[in-house]
């Protein structure tokens, strides 16, 4: 565990090496990405959706550069009533919503629209505005902004993500103050294509404005209305932030998270249940003539050197192979060290090591990171250390939407759950523990009906999706937690697919979001079996060891795997819970 924590470091302390830019998530046969290619296939950015790890056959992409572009393509897919999606060049989405069906082997069945090559920035210093085009880069809208005196005042914490995508999905960062912490909150205009008659050209651009009827279904709207085109955010003056991270014993962690939300505009808490310790982000506005270039630079979205991605892997799965719980919480111990000696990837000025806080720093510096997905380099060194392409880091990952009363029921549960065995909740802590953030209510109808607390967990994920996993059994009675015993409500762009059961009456805005899909998209062109999945949110058919890739929970043991020693049994806090629990004894 030594040589892992000295392997993390070394990494984070080397000199720039050579990276891998990650791979376009739209791959034809000829190695090319023009339109009309046939023989094309899109995945997202970790190789593997959450509904299953195919990827999705696509019969016909188009790569528009503008709007009229965009207008013609879905044009093209109405009036040959053709199942249309759009995707951006980063593919984040982990549920399989940017999937249009369709085989995949020429046939006109289907239509995939790539924004990857529509991508302009214009920034409004009068107004203090940015528009962008769907495709555009978030970090090229932050440093548009910047570069014109302004800051864009929310955005998520990866910033290898598109305007568009991150609007769709209801991305965010954290923030109980002023406008929150969500992207879309932070919308004024923005334009939809969407399907049409013959008599209007099979498709037109609908512009809406706060205030609009139907603005508040465009907000979030998951691909399933239309193309998102053009998004107007609301900038304010550029400013500063200063950020420190308090490491505290995590026994007051249930009664204080709301405090400490209401306190620092863009706190935020790291959560480590098995060490029983808890992170609180002391972060705030700072002066502009506060002293400090600082840059964040987190530790996780760097790139890696891909031998260091493939080890840490490696020695996880040989640990998960050899059921050494011991050996997850060493690792964990190390990783929580590790970023803790540098600082979790702050840095006082760009180049330079961690020293010590506050780390002050403009906002376009401190607000999100993620240079791994800007590596332009051809040289095979560093790499996301998710890149499929090289086999290192693989996981799992579940994001519950909690109102705050709520939440700290559920924090609660997770100690009892913890203080059976600290060990088996060893396995997120590898990662980033629990990392809970901050959301406002939003007027999006299918954003937080309330103002809420989100919690992300990472944890492994096996290549095989019949394989097993050590203390499977705990994340799944800590996913049930969540989303069935406290309520909780899915993020739209993550989770595994039990975590969508009833989710249409979760939020609220549902019907009213069901009805402008009506409106906008009559004969369900938008819609694919897929995002149906998800926003159905009814459990997927029960086939042998669905539970183990998050398909189903189980009610018979053959949904787990007996064959491995993994059987169908209540949860040990929640006892509703049906769980994926290992027993030696029960083994032939």
Not at 42 to 53: E, H, I, P, Q
Not at 529 to 545: A, F, R
């Amino acid at each position: 565990m030594i040589a892992a924590f000295l392997l993390l470091v070394l990494c984070s302390l080397a000199p720039a090496a050579l990276s891998v830019p990650p791979r376009p998530p739209v791959r034809c046969g000829g190695g090319g990405d023009g339109d009309g290619d046939a023989g094309c296939v899109l995945s997202n950015a970790y190789g593997a959706w959450s509904s299953d790890r195919a990827d999705c056959p696509v019969a016909a992409v188009t790569y528009p550069a503008s709007e009229r572009d965009v207008v013609a393509a879905v044009a093209r897919a109405s009036a040959g009533g053709m199942r249309v999606k759009a995707v951006s060049g980063f593919a984040h989405t982990i549920p399989k919503l940017a999937c249009p069906g369709g085989n995949g082997n020429g046939s006109a069945a289907s239509l995939l629209i790539s924004t990857a090559r529509y991508a302009g920035v214009e920034v409004d210093a009068g107004a203090r505005t940015v528009t962008a085009d769907a495709g555009a880069p978030l970090r090229a809208v932050i440093d548009a902004a910047e570069a014109s005196g302004l800051s864009l005042p929310a955005s998520p914490y990866w910033e290898g993500v598109s305007v568009g995508g991150a609007v769709s999905t209801g991305s965010h960062g954290s923030s109980w103050w002023g406008q929150g912490g969500a992207l879309h909150d932070h919308v004024v205009r923005l334009s939809l294509v969407v399907p049409a008659g013959a008599a209007d050209g099979w498709a037109r651009v609908l512009p809406l404005a706060k205030g609009d009827a139907l603005f508040p279904a465009a907000l979030v709207s998951l691909g399933l209305l239309g193309v998102i085109s053009k998004v107007t955010l609301a900038l304010e003056p550029r400013f500063k932030r200063s950020v420190t991270y308090d490491y505290r014993d995590d026994s007051t962690f249930q009664d204080d998270f709301a405090d400490h939300a209401a306190r620092h505009e863009f706190a935020d808490i790291a959560w480590y249940p098995s060490q029983h310790q808890a992170v609180y982000r002391l972060d705030d506005r700072a002066p502009l003539n506060a002293t400090g270039d600082g840059v964040n630079d987190f530790i996780g979205f760097r790139s890696t050197l891909i031998a260091v991605s493939q080890g840490v892997r490696a020695l996880e799965t040989a640990l998960e192979g050899s059921r050494n719980v011991k050996g997850k919480c060493a690792m964990a111990t190390a990783e929580i060290a590790a970023k803790r000696l540098i600082g979790n990837g702050l840095r006082r000025k760009d180049g330079q090591l961690f020293t010590g806080y506050p780390v002050v720093g403009f906002q376009g510096k401190m607000q999100t990171s993620g240079s791994c997905a800007h590596s332009a380099a051809s040289s095979p060194l560093k790499a996301c250390a998710w890149d499929p392409r090289f086999k290192g880091l693989f996981f799992y990952e579940s994001t519950a939407v909690f109102s705050p009363a709520r939440f700290r029921s559920f924090i609660l549960d997770v100690k009892k759950l913890r203080d059976l065995d600290p060990d088996n909740m060893c396995g997120v802590d590898v990662y980033n523990g629990l990392l809970v953030r901050f959301v406002r209510r939003s007027e999006a109808w299918l954003g937080q009906p309330e103002d809420s607390v989100v919690v992300d967990f990472n944890y492994y994920r096996a290549a095989d999706p019949s394989a097993a996993r050590l203390s499977q059994d705990v994340w799944e009675e800590v996913e049930q937690l969540a989303f069935v015993k406290h309520g909780a409500r899915p993020h739209w762009a993550k989770n595994r697919m039990v975590a969508f059961r009833g989710v249409q009456g979760k939020y609220p805005g549902w019907a009213r979001f069901a009805a402008a899909k009506r409106q906008l998209d009559p004969r369900g062109l938008f819609d694919s079996p897929w995002s149906d999945d998800v926003v159905g949110g009814k459990e997927l058919s029960k086939d042998d060891g669905c539970a183990l890739d998050g398909r189903c929970v189980c009610s018979e043991d053959r949904h787990c795997s007996p064959g491995q020693g993994y059987y169908c049994r209540t949860g040990l806090v929640f006892t509703e819970a049906r769980v994926c629990r290992y027993s030696a004894s029960q083994l032939v």
